[in-house]
């Protein structure tokens, strides 16, 4: 199987790379595709040294050239960062000018991302379509993923999204119960970087009960909430939505702070030092820090089991609604416990969301339709709907304001760029 990552020059890919080279036997060649060409050159060199360290068979590739590099690739991993580092730092200050929170996914920096990352996107799928397999699978792990998956499921693409929430969930609910993290079932719910683990099944029961009654304040801890959120909802929810219970605290925090993007930049410059020692065989524990824990697992999974290599795999995956939420419609893109197979992603059977979970899937669910139409048609007044219609801003005030910040933002960052 040849699999292609496009964005494949990210310091971050070598965690990729690590999951196939240890798990991805069907995987014959794996291409990372960039414009970056040092960067890339830097990034390939090592990728093939992780492959040789572990002995996998298949080879490692590298390309500036976008349509050679996913010529009959059986699947391609979508993993952009338009406007790179600098973009992502904006995304994360001009915001707080208003009072709210910045930070690249959600609110105003999030609908920043999408505008500029979706285009790019929908053409580099267009010409995955044109030049691999057919029927090869668009794998999404591009922020924010729910309107990204959206718009790539809606201009008619095999695509399914990725994230890698529910399996450090999974992972860190394994650790606290001492058994395999496979054997750990999540309900898993909601829409991308808004979702809950209402339920981690192990052999058919229940066990989340447990883990709140006797982990609660290492489980507060790390979604950043205090205790009390996670009792009185009876789950626990994503660190994102801690940007939703806590978002004044967040905005004091931030302002006047570095932001998450300069110290990944710090990292990022680090890697890419440590990537050039043709001695380093295997990913540095720096690279931990990078984000995206377990991403490499989640994705060699999903993507075996698309390939009906693991017909019977559950993986948490943004998919369309298709009636699993009554509450919202079929056309909407949500992140549920899915079982794959080559026919793709099935969401297993969903229990009714508590009123306040639904209120919010719902309200945000709304934001992303209208973010997506901005994206793709543009113009002042699709922003500041959208910006309107996010539970974090919906102020007309805060929305006129951040609809002018982000549009000059999108333009210069759009021009760094090209």
């Known amino acids: 199987m040849k699999i292609a990552v496009v964005g494949g020059g990210s310091t971050y890919t070598p965690e990729l790379v690590d999951g196939f080279a240890r798990l991805g036997s069907m995987v014959s060649e794996l291409v990372l595709i960039d414009p970056a060409a040092d960067r890339l050159d830097v990034v390939g060199a090592f990728s093939a040294r992780i492959f040789r360290h572990y002995g996998h068979p298949g080879k490692v590739t590298w390309t500036t050239d976008l349509d050679a590099g996913v010529t009959d690739a059986d699947a391609a991993v979508i993993q952009l960062r338009v406007g790179g580092q600098t973009a992502r730092i904006s995304d994360e200050t001009f915001p707080l000018d208003c009072g709210c929170v910045g930070q690249e996914t959600t609110g105003a920096g999030g609908l ?94 229940d066990r989340l009960p447990y883990l709140l009654e006797n982990h609660l304040a290492d489980l507060a801890g790390e979604v950043d909430l205090d205790p009390e959120v996670l009792t009185t909802l009876g789950n626990v929810p994503s660190y994102y939505l801690s940007y939703f219970y806590a978002h ?14 300069q110290r990944v930049a710090e990292i990022e410059a680090t890697l890419l030092e440590m990537y050039r020692d043709p001695a380093l065989t295997e990913k540095p524990a720096l690279l931990g820090e990078r984000g995206g824990a377990y991403y490499s697992e989640a994705a060699v999974s999903l993507i075996a089991s698309l ?112």
């Not at 999204?161 to 999974?170: K, M, S, T, Y």
């Open 112 to 205: 920043a991302k999408a505008l500029r990352t979706v285009p790019v996107v929908l053409d580099v799928a267009e010409r995955i379509r044109t030049h691999a397999k057919p029927g090869a699978w668009i794998v999404d792990f591009t922020n924010p993923v729910g309107i990204v998956t959206r718009a790539l499921l809606d201009a008619g693409h095999r695509a399914v999204g990725l994230c890698n929430v529910a399996i450090g969930f999974q992972r860190r609910f394994a650790r606290m119960l001492d058994v395999d993290p496979a054997a750990v079932v999540l309900d898993h719910v909601g829409l991308n970087h808004l979702t809950w683990e209402r339920a981690a099944y192990v052999d058919g029961v």
């Open 248 to 261: 004044d605290r967040h905005v004091r925090d931030a302002v006047g702070a570095p932001t998450r993007g």
């Open 307 to 418: 390939h009906g290599l693991d017909p019977n795999g559950v993986h948490s995956v943004n998919v369309r609604n298709n009636g699993t939420l009554p509450f919202l419609p079929d056309q909407a893109v949500i992140e549920v416990s899915a079982r794959a197979g080559d026919e793709g992603p099935a969401p297993l059977p969903v229990t009714p969301l508590a009123p306040d979970l639904a209120g919010l899937v719902a309200h945000v669910s709304g934001y992303e339709e209208l973010a997506l139409d901005a994206a793709l048609r543009g113009g002042r007044q699709r922003v500041y709907r959208a910006l309107l219609a996010h539970p974090l801003i919906g102020q007309h005030e805060y929305a006129d304001a951040l609809t002018d910040k982000l549009l000059a933002a999108g333009a210069q960052h759009l021009a760094w760029a090209r």
